[in-house]
């Protein structure tokens, strides 16, 4: 396999575009990533997005991306893996080149959740669990995070304010994000009078349904010389599985899927925790960033609340998360979501994040994108230098 | 949304806590396997299990999907059954504000939800507070 490197970028802001279709949100996206390479079209071309049938009525959603993106003819396909479409688009990309069979890919992330009642996109986003065994049993996706956090809190002995650091660190960092969705501080009086919608996840703890598009050009250490932009190199991109249904797991705390795609991406990588100096996670609800982070050997079992409260994963702490908000204020655009964390992370890299979010001499991030209840765990290693 | 033929299909399921077990391994399983997920053999016998469980975790639901509005506040609950599985269940003929961690629950037949007014009516196993 070759060295991968990404050497372009887009993004658009996080809100609820009422004024832009899945269609115009991804070619903004995508031609940002083009103008940032000065080129007009790649080898193959990957969509990262979950919901665009159920909530749109449009499949087939690769190929009229690609149209409306002036890249008739190029080959195009959609990937699905839930919450974690993203960043499994971008691992198609990255194989893509990798492999030789193409120079250039491109990878985008649209998803449009605003286009529906809340309702409608509830029901779709529930459609990431087991339908027959978990939904059909009037389970939505926010009720099996407060099974976790309800089991994690027990187990563990928290009480819910605990988790209002992961809240806070999230909001205070997406106030210097402008493609942020909630640019506002929230502390931990307002986290606790916040509305429950499963007890005991409220509304403070879930990332806010929202609209957007980000997007990735990728290609060869055999064609650096083409594009302007420093490139910054794909050290590792693994993905794991694990059951779909939360009740078919030995333990649920534990997201066995982090652990392996975690453990895969340093063996490909040849690196370890220390060497990681951010760590984009997939907060899409508080419980999930104390399993990501402890899934992943950051933190020991049952310990992550209790870092995040003592400042470690801070932006000046130990090992900063959810550097531009994270999907927590950011947002989550649910199948753009893993490429926001792949251009935040190489933001990073570059050293081109807004000073108050930049963490010094960024050189080795990781991101992680989770589908559904950990079902689908992808975690990918970026550096600014060639390992 | 699931219709006649799916609902037909999971009945046994549904109605009868229907699971597998393996004839290797002897691990039990919910739902019905055709591969052993501990062996990878695909050698498996029915399975109905007691509906005798312990409530592992559960949630007390305030916005649900719209098939459920009627319901809310429900309880969702994980179940640990006791011949093995784990299973995702609502509870029911309890007040949620009882509900604990490790309470012991049996398996109840009961209405899960309708398609509205004229569609299909949904029945299927709720947990409540053992009483047998
Ligand atoms: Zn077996």
Redesign the interface.
Known sequence: MRPVAIVGIGQTPVREHWDAGLRELAVQAVWQALDECQIDTVDVFYVGNMLSGTLTGQEHLATLIAEYAGLTGVEAIKAEAACGSGAAAFRQAVLAVASGAAEVALAVGVEKLTETST??T??GL?SAAD??????????F??LN???M??YM?EYRYHKSDFSAFIEIAHRNAVHNPNAMFRHLVNRDQYERA???????NLLDSSPIADGASAVVVTSIDQLKRFPNRPIWVAACEVSTD?I????REN?LWLKAAERSVHKAFKTSGLTHRDIQLFELHDAFSIMSALSLEGSGFAERGTAVRLANEGHFAIDGRLPISTFGGLKARGHPVGATGLYQIVEATLQLRGQAPEAIQVPDARIAMTQNIGGSGATIITTILTRERL | MMGIPGNWRLRKQRYQLAGTRCQNCNQIHFPPRQVCPACKNRQLEDFRLSGRGTVYSYTIIYQSTPKFEFFVPYVVALIDLEEGPRITAQLTDVDPDQVEIGMPVEMVLRKISEQGERGLIHYGYKFRPRIR
Do not use: C, F, Q, W
Request: hydrophobic share 45%; charged share 25%; aromatic share 6%.
């Open positions: 309702h409608k509830t029901d529930a339908a027959d065994y978990e939904t059909a049993m009037g389970i939505s926010v009720a407060a099974l976790l309800r089991r027990y509305k429950m919608v499963a007890d005991p996840v059951t249904a939360l009740d078919n649920p």
